[in-house]
């Protein structure tokens, strides 16, 4: 367990933060792809941070399906695969004070998640970057959250696993962070770092 001072504000990421992007890509791709060229897709993708277009040739390449209808089946049938993590669920459940996901993406994609993922209702606003017009870690997509919760950088933490989009983003503007771990990542010097969402306890 880590112990955190506890904020006013929650400023959660969402892709590999609140669902397990990991496990959903691996079983889209799964439905498309042979077994044997999973590790290349899953390598292309890169967690979600490989170039997308690279990601459609693979796919393509190893399904069969056109560059057009692999890109059409990651924005449509992806997000049907999208799960709350467990220890997400906990997380929102425990705490009481306003919730925003800051999330970098395309509107229609992370929409989608949000819903099949069962977290609309269960934050109070969505940051998308989309709609934003600024994406992680650009200081206006936080300022934006903070903004829509009505609070300082202060008064917020921001929860997430990207190095740089998350923590550094986040930390530039302020907002203190805590990371939380993936394998596509190591941990950023002097932040503090969890496996699990439930390992935070807060001061
Ligand atoms: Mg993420």
């Not at 467990?86 to 997380?91: N, S």
Request: charged fraction near 20%; proline fraction near 7%; aromatic fraction near 6%.
């Amino acid at each position: 367990m880590i112990r955190i001072p506890r904020p006013r504000v929650l400023l959660l990421d969402l892709d590999n933060t609140l669902v397990d992007r990991e496990a959903a890509f691996e079983a889209w791709a799964a439905a498309l792809v042979p077994p044997d060229l999973m590790p290349g897709i899953v390598a292309v993708d890169a967690g979600g941070y490989g170039p997308k277009l690279l990601l459609y040739r693979a796919v393509a390449r190893a399904s069969g399906l056109s560059v057009a209808a692999a890109r059409e089946s990651f924005l449509t049938d992806f997000a049907r695969y999208v799960r709350s993590r467990p220890d997400a669920d906990a997380l929102l459940a425990a705490f009481g004070g306003p919730k925003v996901i800051v999330t970098n993406g395309l509107r229609r994609l992370q929409r989608a998640k949000l819903v099949c993922a069962g977290l609309v209702g269960r934050v109070d606003h969505v940051c998308i970057s989309d709609e934003v017009g600024a994406e992680k870690p650009d200081p206006a997509i936080f300022h934006a959250a903070l903004a829509c919760a009505g609070c300082g950088p202060e008064d917020a933490l921001m929860i997430g696993d990207h190095p740089v989009n998350d923590i550094a983003g986040a930390l530039g503007v302020g907002i203190p962070a805590v990371f939380v771990r993936s394998r596509w990542f190591a941990d950023p010097v002097g932040v503090p770092a969890v496996a699990l969402l439930t390992e935070i306890a807060w001061a």
